[in-house]
């Protein structure tokens, strides 16, 4: 069973950073998407990246330039460092682990990802 974990969420102004991290275990696959998702209050949740197993990277257009996907396979951890941060950008931060085989698209859909974690929130005020 996928287990995953975020930390790093937290308050910070406009302009400043964060580190998001997901430490995941179970995945006994060798062909997987993860992704990064949010959930703005009072919105669906939305996808903002996702990377494949080789370390490719998409990103929506909201979080280009600004957000950088990556992953660590020896610890097992994928990151997201969230920089240049907008009060919009302010919601519950999950990440996800795709279907077993399932290749990376640019249409982040939340119905090709089954194991979530529980989420971080991160506030950006302004």
């Known amino acids: 069973q996928v287990q995953l974990v975020e930390s790093g969420g937290g308050s910070v102004q406009a302009g400043g950073s964060l580190r998001l991290s997901c430490a995941r275990t179970?995945?006994?696959?060798?062909?997987?998407?993860m992704a990064w998702f949010r959930q703005a209050p009072g919105k669906e949740r939305e996808g903002v990246a996702n990377?494949?197993?080789?370390?490719?990277?998409t990103y929506k257009d909201p979080v280009k330039g600004r957000f950088t996907i990556s992953q660590d396979n020896a610890k097992n951890t994928l990151y997201l460092q969230m920089n240049s941060l907008k009060p919009d950008d302010t919601g519950i931060y999950y990440c996800?682990?795709?279907?077993?085989?399932?290749?990376?698209?640019?249409?982040?859909?939340?119905?090709?990802?089954?194991?979530w974690g529980q989420g971080t929130q991160v506030t950006v005020s302004s």
């Open positions: 996800a682990a795709s279907k077993p085989y399932y290749l990376c698209t640019y249409d982040i859909a939340e119905s090709n990802f089954d194991s």
């Open positions: 179970g995945i006994t696959v060798s062909t997987y998407c």
């Open positions: 990377i494949d197993t080789k370390g490719t990277a």
